[in-house]
């Protein structure tokens, strides 16, 4: 006999999710038999804001997008301007631009660990992954001022050059991040009821994840290996050497084996960085912020982030403030359309488990 | 079958030779941009996607050039395998704004055409859920057109929190309630509402 169906309202608060989003859903039993997700929460008129603002002044919007990570979305502003501009950026810059992006991984996967642990129950993990951020947090306050918004990455380069010592610093804060993933893998990654919860589950069809749009560890969890610091290289990743990890599975699990992997992979990247920074200027002045005006044109250019290409699409009309900055972020896509599709025949109890696997952000699909 | 072996410069051509309207511009390595009428878009992108293998819609966008009395539609597509980025555009008229949906090629695309009809009134023929998306009960004009004042806006729904009226100018309050001096550069910004 067919099971009676309910509507059930789930949200807007999920265990483990940075930002508010309600899915609305049909359930028979404790199956999902439709998902319809709902944003509005957080809209902040971001887009509409740049357009009365001049470009400068474009730069504290922007990272307010996405709480875990903003640093791409600085980068990707300021690269899109100086696409448009033909502006050249300092190498000393790049390294460091790319420092910075890499530590923001980092700290992003820390908040995944905990959130991702926090939704199925786990509840020491984000104990633990908080506190580790907060050493990441501390070298961005040295380096930027700020720990969560750093307002660092402006077009021309970065605003400030590295203070004395950092360098030892980051390096061992690494070393502590290093040894701590013995840890996280016997709380986490072994255990075996993360294993049992997330084998199996949230899984996208490997020859439909290209289509519908997913990218990031996401897609290398479906074993397609595609990164847009490999595909595209930006700042200076092509002077770098890393892999690109994948995971055959297309499920919760292989997503996490993939961000495992990663963590090792970016602070690799960031050891090569400082080894390999050059000395010289950080910054290619920009006239007078208030008077600065960007030739007609437009861009799209992306970062990976850590839940994916992270893409900026900037129009100037050769005006002191931007036509258009239009956002895309990974969720845009990843927490509406491929949700909705694979939280059919998902358990009630897996939403939020399923949506951090995804890296749903709801603040970067409404912005 | 076409030549999937496509650079930028190939893949204009092949662009070119199909769509003879079209204006191609290759506008740097890896950088293609094609402006379209615009009912010659869906088979742009369907040739793009299944012929050319621009498999991954990277984005959407809309732009309002209210000067021209246009939308502009933006569609950015992404070759894995070759690494090229297309750039098509069209532009449409911004009264009445109508185009055909795509999602028939890439279902994600059914979320941007709902925040282009919410944001800017375009109404995308063949989306069932066309409607309420980010904004609730919202009437007006669209508020991603040129012509939605925001500032205005904010100033006829929103207010001063009652007894937070001072808190327009913090420094000028504090500098009247304690007699402080405030410095001779920061007056201009400072002294102004003083004695309102």
Redesign the interface.
């Known amino acids: 006999m067919r099971e009676k169906e309910t509507t059930l309202y789930l949200g807007p608060q999920h265990p483990g999710i940075t930002g508010n989003m309600m899915v609305k859903l049909k359930v028979a039993g404790d199956t999902i038999v439709k998902a319809e997700t709902h944003v509005g929460y957080l809209h902040r008129a971001f887009e509409k804001l740049m357009e009365n603002r001049t470009w400068t002044q474009c730069f504290p919007i922007v990272c307010r997008i996405c709480v875990p990570e903003p640093d791409p979305n600085e980068e990707n502003l300021a690269r899109a301007i100086e696409e448009i501009e033909g502006r050249e950026v300092p190498e000393r810059a790049k390294y460091i631009r790319v420092m910075v992006l890499e530590l923001a991984r980092l700290a992003s996967y820390q908040l995944w660990m905990g959130g991702q642990s926090g939704s199925m129950g786990l509840y020491t993990m984000p104990q633990w992954t908080v506190g580790d951020r907060d050493y990441i947090l501390d070298l961005f306050e040295e380096l930027t001022g700020g720990r969560i918004y750093h307002m660092y990455i402006w077009a021309g380069g970065v605003r400030r050059d590295l203070p004395d010592g950092l360098k030892g610093r980051v390096l061992n804060v690494l070393k502590y991040l290093e040894n701590r993933l013995p840890d996280y893998d016997k709380l986490m990654f072994q255990n075996a009821m993360f294993r049992k919860r997330a084998e199996g589950v949230g899984i996208i069809p490997k020859e439909k994840a290209i289509e519908w749009g997913v990218v990031g560890s996401p897609l290398r969890g479906c074993g397609i290996k595609h990164d847009v610091r490999i595909d595209e290289p930006y700042e200076v990743y092509d002077k770098l050497e890393f892999e690109v990890p994948t995971h055959e599975g297309n499920d919760i699990w292989s997503r996490a084996m993939v961000r495992r992997q990663e963590i090792e992979q970016s602070i690799s990247i960031i050891r090569q960085v400082l080894d390999k920074m050059p000395e010289g200027e950080y910054y290619n002045k920009i006239p007078n912020p208030l008077n600065w005006t960007i030739p007609a044109g437009d861009a799209f250019v992306k970062t990976e982030s850590v839940r994916g290409e992270f893409g900026y699409y900037v129009v100037s009309d050769g005006s002191d403030k931007p036509r258009r900055v239009h956002v895309r972020g990974p969720a845009y896509v990843h927490g509406v359309t491929v949700l909705e599709e694979i939280l059919k025949g998902a358990n009630i109890s897996d939403v939020s488990f399923i949506m951090n696997s995804l890296g749903t952000c709801p603040p970067e699909i409404e912005r | 079958m076409l030549d999937k072996d496509c650079n930028e410069n190939k893949c204009a051509e092949q662009i070119k030779k199909t769509f003879q309207t079209a204006e191609v511009e290759v506008k740097r390595e ?1 950088r293609v941009t094609v402006q379209l009428r615009s009912d010659l878009i869906p088979p742009f992108l369907s040739f793009a996607k299944e012929f050319m293998e621009f ?5 959407m ?4 050039w209210v000067e021209d009395n246009e939308l502009e539609l ?1 569609f ?1 597509l992404w070759n ?1 395998e070759q ?1 090229v ?1 297309i ?1 098509a555009k069209t532009r449409i008229e911004r009264v009445n704004a109508q185009f055909v949906s795509v999602k028939k090629f ?3 695309a ?2 941007y055409e709902r925040e282009f009809h919410e944001m800017y009134g375009v109404n995308f023929v063949g989306n069932d859920r066309l409607g ?5 009960d919202w009437e007006g004009v669209p ?2 057109l ?1 012509d ?1 004042d ?2 205005k806006y904010s100033k006829e729904t929103f207010y001063q929190r009652p007894g937070r009226e001072d808190a327009q100018n913090v420094r000028a309050t504090i500098a009247k309630h304690s007699g402080e001096e405030v410095p001779g550069f920061a007056k201009d910004y400072t002294i102004r509402n003083i004695e309102d």
Do not use: A, G
């Open positions: 890896k498999k991954h819609l990277s984005h966008s809309c732009v309002d933006v950015i894995y690494q980025q750039i890439w279902n994600q059914e979320t309420e998306f980010i904004l609730e508020p991603m040129r939605f925001s500032i």
